[in-house]
């Protein structure tokens, strides 16, 4: 069955239309839905935002393929981000993001098997005051240490 | 020092508009709603002397004059709330803790340029800084300084957050045009100016968080209370947000022309651990490093940092004591560089890439001799051959870095492995 967004979300989606000034200024948030609804962006979901939005499949890909935070494989329910830009670099990123790869037993870009945690190194996330520190879904993690990062990762189911 | 721009943010609950407005917030747009005229504004803040402070320094008061009055297209205003450059942190300490502050300095500035519809493009992974900000335009608009005829003005203004979703070239304001109208973050060819051909070919003003969260204070106060701080050029107080290796990280307010060297020894605390200062970045991490005995003299203003062969920036600074190796800084940037490169001109695009490898390869103990005058021809043929910034932003830290510190660079490439060890 072809993808397609609940009620709610296309209802959602209307209102985001709306607000905007030109339609196609409205990409990144639809873009943003479509990812939330259907977890990430694959072919078939490009294709239904490129109806949504009559704009090409080919043109969306483009934008989507553009954008670090735009999805296009399915990835870990928790999604670890470990900062390795200089200052956190400076303050042992690189140890942090061994401790993890140790602690989850998967490299960096890598799932765990259970479908738990995704883990990638990412650029500055302007936390640099409080490094090392890691993004997980949301929510900023900072000043961390190995025994923090313990617990947080135990924490997320 | 007064503080102008991190006034707000010990206080608790300093996000909600009931915080703000006790604090005196929004008395500024009642004020210009009510007593200014749009050309009258402009002047204001001409003559404050407020400059941008996303990294250029431009005049904000020149910038919105640049609008064109008669234009029946649509006026934008954009506040740029992309924060990505590597050591920068001030524009979401204000996001999460004085939203209105900013959302305040939005509604003032679009009201300069008479625009009906303003932005607040803030960069995708920030979710908690959005949320509040989207809060505040909430209940902004409840009370009314947000929407149709504010306060009676007959004055119409939207305020739209929109999140951006992880690209750090969208920092730069024609790549955040590009991504706000819908496309890839591509930066345009300037001229034409967003102030005549912005978003969506209209007249537009983008203008950093910063930069914005001072003109409540600067109409409140009157420009000349503004101009009174700060040096003849650089007028006013500027935030800088320092990592790396000091005892006490964080956002600092400092009026411009303060001593560098006092910022990080007295106020941060120096170098931790007995050790001793290596390098700093003054302006955030597309800016060239400087030695020690390079910033003994050196005031936080645009034109000191500037003659010391470096640029204030965005105020990041970036302290690295005795234990670095600065091949592997070096390195950590050219991959930044590599990495964010949007890939639309060919010298950045392929120069970004070839730097990191090269540095990367002298890191890892297999240099070759002659690696470092290709860096520095590379790098030299990326500077100003590319439409935007970036492509500087990029070959600029690298130049420095081997200039600065060729002696272990050398070393490197001599003794095929890295000689200094870090962490």
């Given at each position: 069955m072809a993808?397609?967004?609940s009620?709610e979300?296309?209802?959602n989606?209307e209102?985001?239309?709306?607000?905007?000034?030109?339609?196609?200024a409205?990409?990144?948030?639809?873009l943003y839905?479509?990812?939330?609804?259907?977890?990430?962006?694959?072919?078939?979901a490009?294709?239904?935002v490129?109806?949504?939005?009559?704009?090409?499949?080919?043109?969306?890909?483009?934008?989507?393929?553009f954008?670090?935070?735009?999805?296009?494989k399915?990835?870990?329910r928790?999604?670890?981000q470990?900062?390795?830009?200089?200052?956190?670099?400076?303050?042992g990123?690189?140890?942090l993001?061994g401790?993890?790869?140790?602690t989850l037993?998967?490299?960096?870009?890598?799932?765990?098997?259970?479908?738990?945690?995704t883990?990638?190194?990412?650029e500055?996330?302007?936390?640099?005051?409080?490094a090392?520190?890691?993004?997980?879904?949301?929510?900023?993690?900072?000043d961390?240490?190995?025994?923090?990062?313990?617990?947080i990762?135990?924490?997320?189911? | 020092m007064?503080?102008?721009?991190l006034?707000?943010?010990?206080?608790?609950?300093s996000h909600?508009?009931a915080?703000?407005?006790s604090?005196g917030?929004?008395?500024a747009w009642e004020?210009?709603?009510?007593?200014?005229?749009?050309?009258?504004?402009?002047?204001?803040?001409?003559?404050?002397g407020?400059?941008g402070r996303?990294g250029?320094?431009?005049p904000?008061?020149?910038?919105?004059?640049?609008?064109?009055?008669?234009?029946p297209?649509?006026?934008?205003l954009?506040?740029?709330?992309?924060e990505?450059?590597?050591?920068?942190?001030?524009?979401r300490?204000?996001?999460?803790?004085d939203p209105h502050?900013?959302?305040?300095?939005?509604l003032?500035?679009?009201?300069?340029i008479?625009?009906?519809?303003?932005?607040?493009?803030?960069?995708?992974?920030?979710?908690f800084g959005?949320?509040?900000?989207?809060?505040?335009?909430h209940e902004?608009?409840?009370?009314?300084?947000?929407g149709?005829n504010?306060?009676g003005s007959g004055?119409?203004?939207d305020?739209i957050?929109h999140?951006?979703?992880g690209?750090?070239?969208?920092?730069?304001e024609?790549?955040?045009?590009?991504s706000l109208?819908?496309?890839?973050?591509?930066?345009?060819?300037?001229p034409?100016f967003p102030?005549t051909?912005?978003?969506?070919?209209?007249?537009?003003?983008?203008n950093n968080?910063?930069?914005?969260?001072?003109?409540?204070?600067?109409?409140?106060?009157?420009?000349?209370?503004?101009?009174?701080?700060?040096?003849?050029k650089?007028?006013?107080t500027k935030?800088?947000s320092?990592?790396?290796?000091i005892?006490k990280?964080?956002?600092?307010?400092?009026?411009?022309?303060y001593?560098?060297?006092?910022?990080?020894?007295?106020d941060?605390?120096?170098?931790?651990?007995g050790?001793?200062l290596?390098?700093?970045?003054?302006?955030?991490g597309s800016?060239p490093?400087?030695?020690?005995?390079?910033?003994a003299?050196?005031?936080?203003d645009?034109?000191?940092?500037?003659?010391?062969?470096?640029?204030?920036?965005s105020?990041?600074v970036?302290v690295m004591?005795?234990?670095t190796?600065?091949?592997?800084?070096?390195?950590n940037?050219a991959?930044?560089?590599?990495?964010?490169?949007c890939?639309q001109?060919?010298?950045?695009r392929?120069?970004?890439?070839?730097?990191?490898k090269?540095f990367?390869?002298?890191?890892?103990?297999?240099?070759?001799?002659?690696?470092?005058?290709?860096i520095l021809?590379v790098?030299?043929?990326?500077m100003g051959?590319?439409?935007c910034?970036?492509?500087?932003?990029a070959a600029?830290?690298a130049?420095?870095?081997i200039?600065k510190?060729?002696?272990?660079f050398e070393?490197?490439?001599?003794?095929?492995?890295?000689?200094?060890?870090?962490?």
């Open positions: 993808l397609e967004f009620p979300t296309y209802k989606f209102e985001t239309l709306a607000r905007y000034p030109k339609k196609e409205a990409i990144l948030p639809v839905l479509a990812q939330q609804e259907f977890g990430y962006l694959g072919p078939e490009i294709e239904y490129a109806r949504l939005m009559g704009q090409s499949p080919a043109r969306v890909h483009g934008v989507v393929s954008y670090t935070m735009l999805k296009t399915p990835i870990g928790h999604h670890i470990v900062c390795r830009t200089l200052p956190c670099a400076l303050r990123a690189e140890q993001t401790f993890i790869k140790k037993g998967i490299e960096v870009g890598q799932t765990t098997a259970d479908g738990r945690f883990l990638s190194e990412v500055c996330l302007a936390s640099c005051g409080t090392p520190m890691m993004q997980i879904n949301d929510d900023y993690y900072e961390l240490t190995d025994d923090k990062v313990t617990v990762l135990a924490s997320l189911k | 007064e503080k102008v721009l006034r707000n943010i010990d206080v608790l609950d909600t508009l915080v703000y407005r604090r917030g929004y008395r004020q210009v709603v009510k007593d200014f005229k749009p050309e009258q504004l402009i002047e204001e803040i001409k003559v404050s407020l400059r996303g250029a320094g431009f904000t008061g020149m910038k919105w004059s640049f609008v064109p009055k008669e234009s297209k649509p006026k934008y954009v506040c740029n709330a992309d990505s450059e590597p050591g920068t942190f001030k524009d300490l204000l996001i999460e803790k502050a900013i959302i305040e300095g939005t003032i500035a679009a009201y300069a008479q625009s009906n519809t303003a932005f607040i493009y803030i960069r995708g992974e920030l979710a959005a949320k509040r900000l989207e809060q505040a335009v902004a608009l409840e009370t009314g300084y947000i149709k504010i306060m004055y119409d203004l305020v957050v999140k951006g979703a690209a750090y070239i969208c920092g730069e024609t790549a955040l045009l590009s109208e819908g496309g890839r973050g591509w930066p345009k060819v300037k034409p102030a051909h912005g978003l969506f070919g209209c007249p537009t003003v983008v968080v910063e930069t914005l969260a001072a003109l409540p204070w600067i109409i409140e106060h009157g420009s000349a209370a503004y101009a009174a701080m700060g040096t003849d650089s007028k006013g935030l800088f320092v990592s790396g290796h005892s990280p964080g956002v600092y307010e400092v009026e411009m022309g001593p560098f060297v006092k910022l990080i020894d007295e941060c605390g120096g170098v931790p651990d050790r001793k290596k390098g700093v970045i003054p302006g955030g800016m490093v400087l030695r020690p005995e390079e910033i003299k050196v005031n936080l645009y034109e000191s940092v500037q003659a010391a062969g470096s640029l204030l920036g105020g990041g970036i004591d005795d234990t190796c600065m091949v592997r800084a070096a390195l940037l991959r930044f560089f590599a990495h964010e490169s890939g001109c060919s010298p950045c392929e120069g970004c890439h070839w730097m990191e090269i990367h390869r002298i890191e890892h103990g297999e240099g070759q001799r002659g690696d470092l005058e290709l021809d790098s030299g043929n990326i051959n590319t439409i910034p970036f492509g500087d932003a600029m830290p130049a420095a870095f200039k510190y060729r002696g272990e070393a490197h490439i001599e003794e095929k492995r890295c000689t200094v060890r870090m962490e």
